[in-house]
C-alpha cells in the first residue's frame, strides 16, 4: 500500500542530509532498545539522535558510519533525551530490524540530498 501523492513543494519542504556518527549509547530509558546517536552535519553542527537500529548494529558497527537523516523536524522529547535529527533507514518485514541509508562513497557531511 502507498502513501498518498504529494506535490514537489512538499518533498522541498524536507531537509535530508548526510552525517557521519560520531558516537552511540545504550539508550536505557527507552521502551524499545535503541541508540543514542551523535551525528556530526558539518557545517550545521553535532546533533542527537534515537535511534532504533540494535537488531542489525552494534555501537561500534556505527561509529564512523555516514547516515542519512532528516534535519528540520522539530526536536521531539524521548524519555529523558532530546532527538534533534530523523536518522533514515529500511524497515524490515517485522519492523525490528532497520537498516540504515547511508552513501555508497564518501561526501562530505552536510550535504544536501535532492
Known amino acids: 500500500m502507498t502513501k498518498p501523492e504529494i506535490a514537489w513543494s512538499d518533498f522541498e ?4 542530509r548526510v552525517g ?16 543514542q546517536l551523535e551525528i556530526d552535519f558539518g557545517d550545521l553542527g553535532i546533533r542527537k539522535s534515537s535511534a532504533q ?8 558497527d ?3 558510519k555516514q547516515i542519512l537523516a532528516v ?8 524519555a529523558n ?12 518485514e517485522n519492523k525490528n530490524e532497520v537498516t540504515l541509508l547511508s552513501p555508497d562513497l564518501p561526501v562530505k557531511n552536510g550535504l544536501e540530498v535532492g
Do not use: M
Open 81 to 92: 533525551f532530546f532527538s534533534e535529527c530523523l536518522v533514515l533507514g529500511v524497515y524490515g
Open 20 to 35: 557521519t556518527i560520531v558516537s552511540a549509547h545504550d539508550f536505557e530509558k527507552a521502551r524499545n532498545p535503541s541508540y
Open 62 to 64: 556505527v561509529i564512523g
Open 71 to 78: 534535519v528540520n523536524f522539530p526536536k521531539k522529547q524521548i
Open 13 to 16: 519542504k524536507i531537509d535530508v
Open 53 to 60: 537500529i540494535t537488531a542489525l548494529y552494534s555501537k561500534e
